[in-house]
């Protein structure tokens, strides 16, 4: 079965700072790699994924993210980090199916950046 | 344009008591996913329909859950006399068939007492 596992529980981070939260998944065939972002008092939505081609995928709000197959990683990045950043943030995994996106999230990583 | 939307976003239930929640997923979105989240973790997948075809069930975690979506759009999570281990937010997501984007709605947050 697929699981993934994201590394940091809760970051802490002044404005400006730089990013990266880690993301591994567990599988050995082809995958789809998503980062879904929940805001505060919002709902989940997605930052960015990864279905094929360039293994560096940029989404909204100036993210990206690195898929790095021999690593099973997919570890989420911001050069700069501003305080609406603040957000819990979900790495998640389908083994591409023959049919639907069945999705195995993360813990999740809790980010407060500080103004 | 509207999103996916559920009620109620809160319910408070005594313990044995039955609950049903209700998801109603974007208009023409054919998959339709529910969500289990406990505190403090990711969301973890209970079932799945695609239109009015419940075609995975693996994660519901007993037989007193039940969903049904019986004309393809509006889905309903029905739990039968409720536990404590069942306090969760319970989202909902909908998609267009293939591998496209889910979209999640609020969630509603069952509270057993």
């Known amino acids: 079965a697929q699981s993934v596992s994201q590394h940091n529980h809760h970051v802490i981070l002044s404005e400006a700072a730089s990013l990266e939260l880690g993301c591994n998944y567990s599988?050995?065939?082809?995958?789809?790699l998503f980062w879904y972002v929940q805001y505060p008092g919002q709902h989940l939505q997605l930052l960015l994924k990864?279905?094929?081609?360039?293994?560096l995928v940029k989404g909204i709000k100036g993210f990206e993210a690195e898929f790095i197959k021999s690593k099973f990683s997919f570890n989420l990045r911001k050069p700069s980090v501003q305080w609406s950043d603040t957000a819990e943030y979900f790495c998640?995994?389908?083994?591409?199916?023959?049919?639907?996106?069945?999705?195995?999230f993360g813990t999740g990583t809790k980010l407060q950046v500080i103004p | 344009g509207a999103g996916v939307s559920q009620s109620p976003r809160y319910k408070v239930a005594k313990r044995g008591q039955d609950v049903a929640l209700r998801c109603d997923p974007i208009?023409?979105?054919?998959?339709l996913f529910w969500y289990q989240q406990a505190l403090g973790q990711g969301p973890e997948f209970l079932t799945y329909?695609?239109?009015?075809?419940?075609?995975?069930k693996s994660g519901l975690p007993s037989d007193r859950f039940f969903a049904e979506r019986p004309e393809g759009s509006v889905s309903t999570l029905k739990i039968q006399r409720t536990q404590q281990e069942d306090s969760a937010v319970y989202l909902c997501?909908?998609?267009?068939?293939?591998?496209?984007?889910?979209?999640f709605g609020p969630g509603t947050r069952l509270t057993v007492t």
């Open positions: 997501a909908s998609s267009s068939l293939g591998p496209y984007e889910q979209y």
């Open positions: 599988y050995g065939g082809t995958v789809n």
């Open positions: 990864y279905f094929s081609g360039d293994p």
């Open positions: 998640a995994v389908n083994a591409q199916p023959g049919g639907y996106q069945k999705v195995t």
């Open positions: 208009s023409g979105h054919v998959s």
């Open positions: 329909f695609q239109n009015e075809a419940q075609l995975d």
